[in-house]
């Protein structure tokens, strides 16, 4: 496969977020990162602002949430692997702009797609791969006109 990275996950919702939106600084377009927390689930990072003594800015990596159901088996097995996902944050809603509900933070995440497709399989999103023997060289030639 080639090295450039296709989209996985246009846009997914992180749940259970343990931030408040509008103090962290977070933006649409800021690079965040998937890794494994402890209970098992696929934990959301960022680099956060959390400042000193609320006057010293400072940035430190932190947890956002974690990804639902849906997405952590869609990005399980390629972060099994190791491979390299490109996360970003596209959307956001702050507190103060939600209207009463919860804050919402959005990713998408990019990658290689060649761990993928067991998953589509079994979903059946996918068509199985097919396996036939390969026919002769010459086999997709059709005869010229007129001979």
């Known amino acids: 496969m ?58 430190r990596p932190g947890l956002i949430g974690h990804l639902g159901p849906m997405a952590e088996e869609i990005v399980a097995p390629s972060i099994a692997h190791g491979d390299p996902l490109r996360v970003r944050i596209i959307d956001l809603v702050p507190e103060h702009l939600s209207n009463g509900f919860p804050a919402e933070v959005f990713i998408s995440v990019w990658g290689d797609p060649r761990h993928l497709q067991p998953i589509l399989l079994a979903a059946g999103l996918a068509d199985e791969p097919e396996t036939s023997v390969p026919q002769g060289r010459f086999s997709s030639l059709k005869p010229a006109y007129g001979s």
């Open 2 to 59: 080639s090295d450039a990275k296709l989209p996985l996950i246009h846009k997914a919702p992180v749940e259970g977020l343990v931030i408040h939106v509008a103090r962290t600084g977070l933006a649409i377009g800021d690079t965040a990162w998937l890794d494994r927390l402890a209970d098992g689930s696929v934990g959301v990072f960022a680099r956060l602002s959390q400042p000193i003594l609320g006057l010293i800015p400072r940035m």
